[in-house]
């Protein structure tokens, strides 16, 4: 609200999910790509240098650097430019609570691409042990980014202590903190497992192959028997109303109960193959490995969907909504205007097409200001469809019990219970004469739809 509007046309929403996917997914096989690497260097190194344990490590090593230090990097900036262009309010709050954090995990961020590029360059360059501790510490500092990581993901479902102390050890160490950790970990091992998988099958030596199926079988196993205990702790962590958004005879949302369980067959298919692979490594192909890996993808994939589905409608649960506004500011706004405070969108007004009333240039703006973060015109959540056959009188009646929901949610930022007419939205904040610009705005979306 505090910042320029910037709304892509399938929904801000949307075009994060993108990117941090594929980040999120590299990032997890670069971190269990470390300690699988590691694992296989080592027994290596115990066995008298094992040339088939140190040949699937060199395989493997080339496209974890290209993984970690191009595609993970790039990506990692790509989140970061997104979310601050689309959740500019949001992510100044997380940089303000954590920027020691931050600092912390770029730091070791920096001793993982280091490590990672000498790693891949000293292949028969350096002694068996001083490799083997170029892993180990590209290992050891890309899980550490992870811990760290995730601190600050959970907070913003799970805040914990902190509204009380304002403590930032409060914030990072809370309820979903761990159970949250020990998925990830799960996954790492999954993901690096499976992935791997692929490149030990060019193994000509059968009975050497077969080793090595079984080595990494036995990561993907118990990759997904954590991955699934750490999901169902974290399930239980949550706060009950986060839980009723996805389970429940009638959840709020339907298609993440359905992400859930498709997420949930994934991970059982995921350990299927893997155990298959465990006890008979002989039998094992790259179509299975490939399946496997597409499977993991999609466990990752689907506990992402459901974490940023489930704190609807904030960024940071409860303190700032989706659309840049904080709780302890509906009072404020609700007297002086949304218009006063989000001045990039009044700015705007004089964008609207010459044909618009005054009102519908106004209700431009505050749709802008308060509605673009989550909804666009036509594209994802397109709000000329949802409003579709609604007159003013209606919209306004929608928008005062929207506008109605600022004190349950309040009363939910000081811990109290209270119902909600629309839990997964924020509240309308503003002014009587604002809210009767939006919803004039609304209804001439449609009068510009029935012009065509």
Not at 412 to 437: C, I, N, R
């Amino acid at each position: 609200m505090d910042y320029p509007l910037f709304t892509p046309a399938i929904g801000g929403g949307i075009l994060i999910a993108v990117i941090s996917i594929l980040h999120v997914v590299v990032s997890h096989f670069a971190v269990g790509g470390g300690i699988v690497l590691f694992a296989l260097e080592s027994l290596s190194i115990k066995n008298g240098r094992d040339p088939v344990f140190r040949n699937a490590a060199r395989r493997g090593s080339r496209i974890l650097i290209l993984v970690s230090t191009v595609f993970g990097a790039i990506s990692g900036v790509g989140i970061w430019f997104t979310i601050g262009v689309v959740q500019p309010a949001g992510t100044a709050d997380l940089i303000r609570l954590f920027v020691w954090v931050w600092a912390i995990e770029w730091a070791f961020f920096l001793l993982e691409i280091v490590t990672a590029l000498l790693y891949y360059s000293t292949w028969e360059k350096v002694s068996p042990r001083t490799h083997l501790l170029l892993i180990g510490l590209y290992a050891f500092s890309a899980y550490m980014s992870l811990v760290i990581i995730q601190g600050i993901l959970s907070f913003m479902s799970t805040p914990g202590a902190w509204p009380r102390t304002g403590d930032v050890a409060d914030a990072f160490f809370n309820p979903t903190y761990l159970p949250g950790l020990v998925l990830r970990s799960g996954v790492c091992l999954l993901l690096a497992g499976a992935y791997l998988m692929l490149a030990v099958l060019a193994e000509k030596d059968p009975a050497g192959r077969a080793r090595l199926v079984r080595f990494l079988a036995a990561f993907e196993s118990m990759g997904a028997a954590l991955a699934a205990a750490g999901y169902f702790w974290w399930e239980n962590a949550l706060e009950p109303a986060m839980r009723l958004v996805f389970l429940g005879p009638k959840p709020l949302l339907p298609g993440l109960s359905a992400t859930r369980n498709q997420m949930m067959m994934a991970g059982l298919l995921c350990l299927a193959l893997a155990l298959l692979a465990l006890l008979a490594p002989r039998f094992q192909a790259w179509p299975a490995a490939v399946v496997s890996l597409l499977a993991g993808f999609a466990v990752l994939g689907g506990y992402e969907r459901v974490r940023e589905g489930s704190r609807k409608p904030y960024v940071v649960r409860p303190h700032v909504f989706s659309n840049g506004l904080h709780a302890r500011e509906i009072d404020s706004i609700n007297q002086r205007g949304i218009l006063e405070k989000s001045r990039f969108a009044r700015l705007e007004t004089g964008r609207a097409s010459p044909s618009a009333t005054e009102a519908a240039a106004t209700g431009r703006a505050v749709f802008r200001s308060q509605c673009a973060a989550c909804h666009t015109i036509d594209g994802y959540l397109g709000i000329r469809k949802l409003t579709k056959g609604a007159d003013t009188e209606t919209l306004n009646m929608i928008l005062t019990l929207m506008k109605g929901d600022g004190e349950g949610r309040k009363k939910l930022l000081k811990g109290e219970e209270a119902p909600l007419d629309y839990p997964l939205m924020p509240p309308f904040v503003g002014t009587d004469s604002e809210q009767d610009a939006l919803a004039q705005y609304l209804v001439s979306l449609q009068e510009v739809r029935d012009a065509r």
